[in-house]
């Protein structure tokens, strides 16, 4: 479990009794006192941190119990790198530039065990319902959790590495090959970053978008590219991918696929979703699939081999104490995602 340290400038995302929900950046309490780090633990200071509509979800709610342990707060930032400024025993050494993958898991669970560590029985995930998220300026972070960045690779790109692993497992959850005609419909980072992964297996893959912006980013990506209005409910698509995650871009997703085609659901949402047309998904026999958080070593090489150059998806940069003010504007059109210098 990740946890924020002491006197540590933090965006801190508040619910209030009557179920809304306010961001405000501050520092905690009891600055100065250090309390040891936790076994296993490794003390990282967030270097930059990536706004994403995934930060803006947990804003409206998502993870956020009101009674809660942490009294309704969550400390924000899921897409986080850093640097480490107190090493654990095998662990990173003091001073390496390192990404953090947001899933701490136990380690010694049936799951964990069984090779599914993502999916661990204790997990938390940073940002999202661990006590402390990424936008502070000390963290203790589990040191299984980090992977250290190649010195070419600046954070500016590497700030994309948690978003692009889950690109490429919604990818890798469909089973996009050379033959799969698949949509991905979205109008977020991760509907563009998914695109551009499932190009690479099949060159046909293509973004369904609603936002004239989206379809402009594409262009500039050189993918594949069709507004949703256009596309209808033909149902001739063999895989989409939905990487909004709600009950109506799932409904569209489900009416775009052929009868017997799979459906990936890699957006996730704090809104509520509901069934959707499930006499459809049952009588066409559609697959429906979750798509998680990936493992994070593919994505830091792709970042660092150039593969693939996020810098397009950058609406701008800010500083922590911008956050508050920032966020609402995340995934309008013209703002896909902001990098937060969160300290020096
Ligand atoms: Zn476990």
Same mark, same amino acid.
């Given at each position: 479990m990740s946890t924020a340290r002491p006197g540590s400038m933090q965006a801190i995302v508040r619910r209030s009794a009557g179920g809304s929900f306010t961001v405000e950046s501050a520092a905690i309490a009891r600055p100065g006192t250090a309390a040891p780090l936790a076994a296993g633990a490794t003390l990282v200071r967030p270097t930059a941190a990536l706004l994403t509509p995934l930060e803006r979800e947990v804003a409206r709610g998502l993870g956020i119990e009101p009674q809660g342990t942490t009294g309704g707060a969550r400390v924000l930032g899921t897409n986080v790198v850093g640097v480490v400024e107190h090493e654990a025993a /095998? /662990? @990173?050494?003091?001073?390496t530039r390192v990404a953090i993958h947001p899933v701490a898991s136990c380690g010694t669970c049936e799951r964990c065990r069984g090779g599914l560590a993502l999916h661990c029985a204790q997990r938390t995930i940073l940002?999202?319902? +661990? +006590? $402390? /998220? /990424? #936008?502070?300026e000390l963290i203790e972070i589990p040191t299984a959790s980090l992977v250290a960045l190649p010195k070419e690779l600046d954070d500016e790109r590497a700030v994309f590495a948690v978003s692009l692993a889950r690109a490429m497992q919604a990818v890798r959850r469909g089973g996009v090959d050379r033959k799969t005609f698949a949509s991905i419909l979205g109008d977020d980072i991760l509907a563009v970053l998914a695109t551009i992964v499932a190009v690479e297996e099949n060159p046909l893959a293509r973004l369904v978008a609603s936002h004239e912006s989206t379809l402009r980013l594409a262009e500039q990506f050189g993918i594949r590219h069709r507004a949703l209005a256009e596309t209808g409910r033909r149902g001739d698509q063999e895989l989409v991918i939905d990487t909004t995650g709600s009950a109506e871009t799932l409904l569209a997703a489900t009416r775009m696929v052929r009868p017997r085609g799979h459906v990936v659901v890699a957006g996730i949402s704090a809104r509520s979703t509901t069934p959707v047309e499930l006499p459809h998904i049952a009588l066409d026999e559609i697959e429906v699939h979750g798509s998680g958080f990936g493992q994070l070593a593919g994505a830091v090489d792709r970042l660092a081999r150039r593969v693939i150059d996020p810098s397009p998806l950058v609406a701008r940069r800010i500083a922590l104490a911008d956050v508050a003010r920032a #966020? @609402? +504007?995340? $995934?309008? @059109?013209?703002?896909p995602a902001i990098v937060v210098q969160v300290t020096r």
């Amino acid at each position: 479990m990740s946890t924020a340290r002491p006197g540590s400038m933090q965006a801190i995302v508040r619910r209030s009794a009557g179920g809304s929900f306010t961001v405000e950046s501050a520092a905690i309490a009891r600055p100065g006192t250090a309390a040891p780090l936790a076994a296993g633990a490794t003390l990282v200071r967030p270097t930059a941190a990536l706004l994403t509509p995934l930060e803006r979800e947990v804003a409206r709610g998502l993870g956020i119990e009101p009674q809660g342990t942490t009294g309704g707060a969550r400390v924000l930032g899921t897409n986080v790198v850093g640097v480490v400024e107190h090493e654990a025993a /095998g /662990g @990173p050494m003091r001073g390496t530039r390192v990404a953090i993958h947001p899933v701490a898991s136990c380690g010694t669970c049936e799951r964990c065990r069984g090779g599914l560590a993502l999916h661990c029985a204790q997990r938390t995930i940073l940002g999202i319902d +661990a +006590a $402390g /998220g /990424g #936008l502070s300026e000390l963290i203790e972070i589990p040191t299984a959790s980090l992977v250290a960045l190649p010195k070419e690779l600046d954070d500016e790109r590497a700030v994309f590495a948690v978003s692009l692993a889950r690109a490429m497992q919604a990818v890798r959850r469909g089973g996009v090959d050379r033959k799969t005609f698949a949509s991905i419909l979205g109008d977020d980072i991760l509907a563009v970053l998914a695109t551009i992964v499932a190009v690479e297996e099949n060159p046909l893959a293509r973004l369904v978008a609603s936002h004239e912006s989206t379809l402009r980013l594409a262009e500039q990506f050189g993918i594949r590219h069709r507004a949703l209005a256009e596309t209808g409910r033909r149902g001739d698509q063999e895989l989409v991918i939905d990487t909004t995650g709600s009950a109506e871009t799932l409904l569209a997703a489900t009416r775009m696929v052929r009868p017997r085609g799979h459906v990936v659901v890699a957006g996730i949402s704090a809104r509520s979703t509901t069934p959707v047309e499930l006499p459809h998904i049952a009588l066409d026999e559609i697959e429906v699939h979750g798509s998680g958080f990936g493992q994070l070593a593919g994505a830091v090489d792709r970042l660092a081999r150039r593969v693939i150059d996020p810098s397009p998806l950058v609406a701008r940069r800010i500083a922590l104490a911008d956050v508050a003010r920032a #966020l @609402p +504007a995340i $995934g309008e @059109p013209g703002t896909p995602a902001i990098v937060v210098q969160v300290t020096r």
